[in-house]
């Protein structure tokens, strides 16, 4: 019964073939993206798992390699993505051999590659800003609402439903706090749930923002659709129970806020000011909490956030061992007791070396640049908002990554995220009637990055 995973493969060939690979990424991949547990796959002999999601990417992903070979413009991050995924592969290549290199770096383009490629050349094409959105916002929308039994009642419908395929292939164990199930849906763990919800909620307000302004955001019982659709992901993020995400879910909504400001100066110098007055006080508390030993815990909390201390210590030597390319993914040395990497900053450097942790720095930064050099020129409240946006949801991503690696969706997620960064462009004033100019303001701001 595993071969059902090739009906994604199936149906986003048919769907390119008759359409578009616009509507590929939008009818097949980001279903199964958000969907579909990552866990469930066809498993053959000599060849790596297959996942719904990578059968979905391939024929999109190689289209779109296609496309770019034909392109001449190379941006930095392009070449800072290829270092990266090479990184992996020479990694794994020096330590476990080419077989285990070959596998990882399959998994490289599926989950890097391929959805860097989506939002760098189609997610800003005409039109495909506004339709990405709303079918994630939508589809999340639908994994917040269908958390609720999980947290209820323990039943995760996305496994239960897609399981019965798989009946020799079990998904993890469920997580409890203070006797609820953390949801987790149809991702790897509720902490990485919670990571994805954060983005739904974020990228909901500002379609909501963008149908109010248009007049067409319909009420429901006298309230607004996009009120409902926003609270229905947060629901969701608050019952994954995970910390980590909402405090980035908090910075990033700070963030965003900024882009729908009047004054955007003022905006980002207040909000500047929170981060950095919040952030200060929550290093000194953070500091506190964590500061004696595991057994000097009062609860599971407090032992979980000591030991996401501990091991940036206990892994320092073998990351100074570890050098240029580090360990591999495969075969990556562990500390006792401490087989969880609960930091993906801290597993790239374990399993890529250095090399591997200053190419997702650099990736980082390249964004942050992108996105302040698209802001500096827009004109539309419409694209400074949606901007400010994508800016806040990869710095809450960043947050929410010092406290557990990244995996699952979270993985191509914040990829695609990357890429679209990179081909942030103007919406044309006919394609968006109705929206407010940008405040004059918006040229005060632009002398503050001058």
Known sequence: MQIIVLFALV?????????????????VYLPVLLLIPPFYSLRLPHLPS????????FPIGLALMFRYGQM????????????????????ELSNTGAPNAGLVLFGALASAIMPYLIGRLLLEEDGMREQAIRRMVILLFIVGILCAPEYRLGINVFTRTVGVFFPDQRPWLAQIRGGLTRASGPYLAAILAGMVLSIGVIFSLWLGFVEKQRGNDRKYFGVRRSVIVTLGILAGLVMTNS???WLGALLAFLLSRIGRAKNLRRSAIITLLICVVGGTVGYIKADQYTSGTLWDAKDIEQENAIYRRLLLDEYKPIIEKGGLFGYGVIAWPKVGGMNSIDNEFLFIRITQGELGYACFLLLILEAGIAIIVAIRRATLTYDIYFYFCLGGTIAGLMLALTTVYMGGQSYPLFFLLLGWSQSLRQTQQGGMPALPPASSERFKFRRVFA
Not at 50 to 57: G, N, P, Q, R, S
Not at 84 to 91: A, R
């Open 11 to 27: 149906a986003s060939i048919v769907v390119m073939r008759q359409h578009s690979i616009r509507r590929a990424v939008l009818d």
């Open 50 to 57: 297959l996942t719904f999601v990578d059968m979905a990417i």
């Open 72 to 91: 001449r413009q190379v941006r930095r991050a392009d070449i800072w993505l290829v270092c990266f995924v090479g990184g992996i592969y020479y990694s």
């Open 243 to 245: 910390r980590g995400p």
